[in-house]
Nanobody, 117 residues
Framework: QVRLVESGGGLVQAGGSLRLSCAAS????????MGWFRQTPGKEREFVASISRSENTLYADSVKGRFTISRDNAKNTVYLQMNSLKPEDTAVYYC???????????WGQGTQVTVSS
């Protein structure tokens, strides 16, 4: 079972950038589809971006053109580069893993991103 640990969150002003990292251990990282999700209090967790084993990417409309997901299989790490951040991007960000055809069943502990106006 893969284990995921996120890092890179913090406080940034609107218009700024952050890069989140998610380090995986205990599994064959290259087998997994990796995703980023986010959640704010009182709301359901929402999809942000995903990257397949062949590096095909998907993005939520709300982040398209501002966020970039990437992966480094040699480092067992997935990244989320977030540019032009907005206050509405404030959330706890989680990375998650799933096998092809499966559901996201492994989650990290989350990292807080706060964007001030």
């Amino acid at each position: 079972q893969v284990r995921l640990v996120e890092s890179g969150g913090g406080l940034v002003q609107a218009g700024g950038s952050l890069r989140l990292s998610c380090a995986a251990s205990g599994g064959t990282f290259s087998r997994y589809v990796m995703g980023w999700f986010r959640q704010t209090p009182g709301k359901e967790r929402e999809f942000v971006a995903s990257i397949s084993r062949s590096e095909n990417t998907l993005y939520a409309d709300s982040v398209k053109g501002r966020f970039t997901i990437s992966r480094d299989n040699a480092k067992n790490t997935v990244y989320l580069q977030m540019n032009s951040l907005k206050p509405e991007d404030t959330a706890v960000y989680y990375c998650a893993a799933r096998t092809l055809g499966g559901e996201y069943g492994t989650w990290g502990q989350g990292t807080q991103v706060t964007v001030s106006s």
